[in-house]
């Protein structure tokens, strides 16, 4: 909890920097306000439940509608906005797949800022401001992350921006240029086809729309056909880009499936409709064609001409949405004009930080093989002090006072059942940035032992210079 605490403190401080102010709304909603905004039945991660009445509501798994309805039944004229509100509490979702205790759970914290303004322009200086905010936020956190651009689902908007720590344990696929600054979400990276054009060897594969009534063939060509075989399409198609193509067509195509989920599904199809790979020659005459082969390792980056492509995975720990009017239209948000002759919706953004997620995210970027290792911002004490049984009590506060006053949070381990060696481990276990021991050294010449595991930090250092010796480590921590 403590972790949390100064987590959310730091989230205060920089949405204070951007006049935002902090609410608190309730978990609970209701079902109309959802049919309001048309996110109701699409939705397969809500929590519903009924009243006594038998009336629906649900458990929030974010609060755009809620706060729409608020802010709109406070506000009349252009001249009540900007308004900033953001809040840290609870989200439900039913979350197909909950992994990695804090990462992806059905019940999480998420910080969700909204943010309220008259036109488009003044909207577009928020989004600005909220991005810098949040670099504020994670360059304090001193853990590397990456931005992309990212595709905004259905929130609506366009403009959106997606904030990850790099990690195995990332479910997202990011790819990034490794000659100019582009990093793209797998949903919304592209990738150079001129070279493709070459490639003499097509395959034709198979998809089916959602609800089964259409044959999707797709058609790509490929580099050599040896290599492949039907049952590679995972590695050969980008579904994502296959949506997008056959949204034009305005078919929705399924994703995710199996093969013989595929094959089930493709039974029930009375006609068929053909995507081309827009490396192929034909693509140019064929309405349906785009570039939907997954993008491999080392393909053309889109975006400068001598850049290659390569994949990382990142666990999203933050996510900004301009949002226009995606909810205040359907949830009536409106203020008379400056002419006071007609009523607009507001221009809104909702902007996100996975505050839990962070903390695990920030567990598992951090650790080693002897335990946590907590950034300074965020770690339950900045310092420990660990003394052997016979220092005299009256030394053990003088140092722990000495700490206190130069305001380096830390803690005493007084523990009086438990062993140096024990607590030393515990220590490391837990990740305290900085770990003190209080023994033979300061019995000997009133030395304190410093250690930094993050850091490769061990030495013992005199009474007069600890407290400025400690201050030095936790500044790059
Ligand atoms: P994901 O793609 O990981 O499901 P999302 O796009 O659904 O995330 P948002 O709706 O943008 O997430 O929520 C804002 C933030 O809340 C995310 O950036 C993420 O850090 C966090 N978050 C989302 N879902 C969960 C969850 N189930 N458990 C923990 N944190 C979550
Ligand atoms: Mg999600």
Redesign the pocket.
């Given at each position: 909890l403590r972790v949390q605490n100064k987590l959310e403190a730091v989230i205060d401080k920089h949405m204070r920097s951007i006049d935002a102010a902090k609410v608190s709304l309730s978990s609970i909603t209701t079902e109309q306000l959802w049919k309001q905004s048309g996110r109701f039945s699409a939705n397969s991660?809500l929590f519903r439940l009924n009243d006594r009445r038998k009336s629906g509501f649900l458990l929030s798994p974010t609060h755009e509608e809620e706060i729409t309805e608020i802010v709109g039944g406070a506000i009349k004229s252009y001249k009540d906005l900007p308004v900033r509100l953001y809040q840290v509490t609870r989200k439900y979702?039913d979350?197909r797949r909950p992994r990695g205790g804090l990462l992806?759970g059905k019940e999480f914290l998420m910080k969700d800022l909204y943010t309220f303004d008259y036109s488009q322009k003044d909207a577009l200086k928020t989004y600005k401001a909220v991005r810098q905010a949040y670099t504020n936020i994670f360059n304090e956190l001193k853990i590397d992350y990456i931005v992309a651009d990212a595709d905004s689902g259905n929130m609506g908007g366009k403009l959106s921006h997606e904030y990850h720590y790099i990690h195995p344990n990332g479910e997202d696929k990011l790819w990034s240029c490794d000659s100019c600054t582009y990093v793209a979400n797998e949903e919304l990276a592209e990738h150079k086809i001129e070279g493709k054009k070459d490639w003499k060897y097509r395959m034709v594969l198979e998809g089916v729309s959602t609800d089964h009534s259409t044959r999707i063939e797709l058609h790509i060509s490929v580099p050599s056909p040896e290599n492949y075989t039907k049952d590679d399409y995972g590695k050969l198609i980008n579904e994502h880009a296959v949506k997008k193509v056959a949204e034009n067509l305005g078919i929705d195509f399924a994703t995710g499936l199996n093969y013989s989920t595929l094959q089930e599904a493709l039974k029930k199809a009375t006609r068929t409709v053909k995507i081309y790979d827009g490396a192929l020659p034909e693509a140019a005459s064929q309405a349906a064609s785009g570039d939907i082969t997954q993008i491999q390792d080392g393909d053309g980056c889109p975006k400068c001409s001598e850049g290659k492509l390569h994949s990382v995975p990142g666990i999203e720990v933050g996510h900004t949405f301009h949002l226009g009017t995606r909810y205040s239209e359907p949830l009536n948000a409106v203020v008379a004009t400056e002419d006071n002759n007609s009523k607009v919706p507001v221009q809104m953004g909702c902007h996100g930080i996975g505050v839990s997620r962070l903390i695990g995210a920030a567990a598992a970027c951090l650790h080693d093989s002897k335990g946590l290792n907590w950034p300074r911002a965020i770690a339950p004490f900045e310092a420990i002090i660990v003394p052997t049984p016979d220092i005299p009590e009256a030394d053990i506060h003088q140092v722990y006072d000495k700490l206190q006053s130069a305001g380096i949070d830390v803690v005493l381990d007084d523990r009086a059942d438990k062993g140096v060696g024990w607590k030393l481990k515990d220590a490391d276990l837990i990740g305290y940035p900085v770990i003190m021991v209080l023994g033979r050294g300061w019995k000997d010449a009133k030395t304190v032992e410093i250690q930094c595991r993050r850091l490769g930090f061990k030495k013992e250092v005199n009474a007069e210079t600890f407290t400025s010796e400690v201050e030095e480590l936790l500044e790059q921590l």
């Open positions: 991660e979702r979350e992806r």
